[in-house]
């Protein structure tokens, strides 16, 4: 494989519509959330609450944090097709069908269920999971559209659309090109809270642990084995960035019986690609990638000495946990969303270390100061995720499901 360089090919849809403009959904999906679309092939027995709520608690639950929460969550129920309910669901979490009847009737059109939105919101909140590490805003707001279906079909489609939530509208009329007006300052919405506001050593139990990478690794793992999971922690030194393709070259050396390089050996593991570098920055946008998609290399990559601090977004799977039980390996996690911001306050230098053919899937070398992250994942089989998920809790309000 080899990335085409420009971002290309796109997805383009196009369909017939009413009146005399043209008419534009622009989305920018990332891989973290356009991955967590799902389809679930069901039956009219999952028409009933005391079916429904439970089952849509689970696959909630399912999604986790690597899409970024808090989450545009959008559920379809029905559709003459699958592929119809998959689309469907990827148009409601962009809000655009909202303006839907919120009414079935005898002609079998679509229509939101606002009721069922709201007690689907409800479940959100008790999942634990909240807007990435613990808490109730797992979700910014629920959509849930109705489809006709045929009798011997039930699909339903699940997608998210992850906090960035980056798609714009646009229109071209008799008038002009006209563009949606977006907000450019997003943050004058958010309170008046920076890091160093953060407690260092609060009655709750937050404290901060610097991390010295250009220590030995066997240190850094020591250091890290003295505190539990949810631990802050602060890193500064290098790190080696490699992600998906960088990752399944490594394994085809490893499995040639080369072994690791002694970078994945030496240093902590960003799983992360840089955007294009803006003139008089050290880097563009360089935030943590899904970390789940590279699940698969790390108990082998752990039994060949590497890879033993992994620092990315989102929940990891239990094979995960039990390598690094086994193995005395870490799972750091970052704050997916936050890109370029951590490239502004917290990378330093980058450079390419190998297969530079490979674009921002190259394996990078960077040098960080007060990177914050987590620990996620610790050697001892603790998973942070395992102590904030919570079990269903049935709504005593009943939903009238046909």
């Known amino acids: 494989e080899q990335n085409t360089g420009n971002n290309l090919p796109a997805e383009i849809k196009i369909s017939a519509i009413e009146g005399d403009s043209y008419k534009f959904l622009f989305m920018a999906k990332g891989g973290g959330s356009a991955n967590k679309s799902y389809l679930f092939q069901e039956t009219k027995a999952l028409l009933n609450e005391k079916t429904l709520l439970p089952w849509l608690f689970e696959k909630m639950k399912s999604l986790g944090t690597a899409a970024c929460p808090p989450y545009h969550l959008a559920v379809v129920i029905g559709g003459t097709s699958a592929e119809m309910a998959v689309e469907t669901a990827k148009l409601a979490s962009a809000r655009y069908l909202d303006t839907l009847p919120t009414e079935g009737s005898i002609l079998g059109h679509g229509f939101r269920d606002v009721e069922l939105e709201a007690k689907v919101l409800e479940l959100s909140r008790q999942t634990g999971i909240g807007a990435q590490f613990g808490g109730k805003y797992f979700c910014h707001d629920v959509r849930v559209i109705r489809l006709p279906r045929h009798g011997a079909s039930c699909p339903v489609g699940m997608a998210v659309s992850c906090s960035a939530d980056r798609q714009m509208l646009g229109k071209i009329t008799k008038d002009g090109v006209f563009l949606e007006q977006l907000e450019t300052d997003p943050a004058r919405f958010l309170p008046d809270v920076e890091h160093e506001h953060l ?7 937050d404290h901060v642990v610097r991390i010295d990478l250009t220590r030995p690794m066997d240190e850094i ?4 084995s003295q505190y539990p999971v949810k631990t802050r922690v602060m890193l500064t030194g290098p790190m080696v960035v490699a992600r998906d393709i960088a990752h399944a070259k490594l394994k085809e050396r490893l499995d040639a019986g080369h072994g690791l390089p002694q ?3 030496d240093h902590c593991v960003y799983y992360a690609g840089p955007a294009k570098t803006p003139d008089g920055m050290a880097s563009g946008s360089f935030g943590p990638t899904t970390a789940g998609r590279m699940d698969s290399y790390v108990a082998d990559f752990q039994a060949a000495g590497g890879s033993f601090v992994m620092l990315a977004k989102g929940n990891r799977s239990k094979q995960v946990t ?3 039980q086994r193995y005395g390996g870490f799972y750091l996690g970052s704050i997916g969303g936050p890109a370029a911001r951590l490239a502004q306050d917290c990378i330093i230098k980058v450079e390419v270390l190998e ?3 490979l674009g921002m899937e190259a394996v990078w ?7 914050p992250a987590f620990i996620v994942v610790d050697d001892k089989g603790n998973d942070f995720f395992d102590l904030v998920n919570k079990p269903y809790t049935p709504n005593a309000t009943p939903v009238a499901l046909s």
């Open 199 to 205: 407690a260092e050593d609060g009655s709750d139990g």
């Open 221 to 224: 793992r020591a250091t890290l």
């Open 322 to 324: 039990d390598a690094c």
């Open 263 to 265: 970078y994945m050996k």
């Open 365 to 371: 070398r960077i040098e960080v100061q007060d990177f």
């Open 355 to 357: 297969y530079p053919e």
